[in-house]
């Protein structure tokens, strides 16, 4: 599976993006896909994940209620729709995918597949 994370930005806090993982290789749609954030300096943390076929989703308590995970497996496309941001969320935000559903997937060092990161940068 390749994927291609894109949709980053500068936008000012409380604004709102939408980042887009596209995959291409293999059924996308039976996948796990997460996304990852790193800021500067910070460990990679994660941000969401959403199970094969979308039964599933599960975001990081810092973005819940602000962020939300879907998935279009018509365009093999992930995405993260991101409202009301801060400064907090600046980072390099990264998609990736692995095959199965638990607890395992907050967690990327599961992850088998990554795409590149998109830079989002909220200013104050």
């Known amino acids: 599976v390749q994927l291609q994370a894109c949709g980053g930005g500068l936008v000012q806090a409380g604004g709102s993006l939408r980042l887009s993982c596209a995959a291409s290789g293999r059924t996308f749609g039976s996948y796990t896909v997460g996304w990852f954030r790193q800021a500067p300096g910070k460990d990679r943390e994660f941000v969401a994940a959403?199970?094969?076929?979308?039964?599933?989703?599960t975001h990081a308590e810092a973005v819940k209620g602000r962020f939300a995970i879907a998935r279009d497996d018509a365009k093999d496309t992930v995405y993260l729709q991101m409202n009301s941001l801060k400064p907090e969320d600046t980072a390099d935000y990264y998609c990736?995918?692995?095959?199965?559903?638990?607890?395992?997937?907050?967690?990327?060092?599961?992850?088998?597949?990554w795409g590149q990161g998109t830079q989002v940068t909220v200013s104050s």
């Open positions: 959403i199970s094969a076929w979308g039964r599933s989703k």
């Open positions: 990736a995918a692995r095959e199965g559903w638990n607890n395992r997937a907050l967690f990327s060092e599961n992850y088998v597949y």
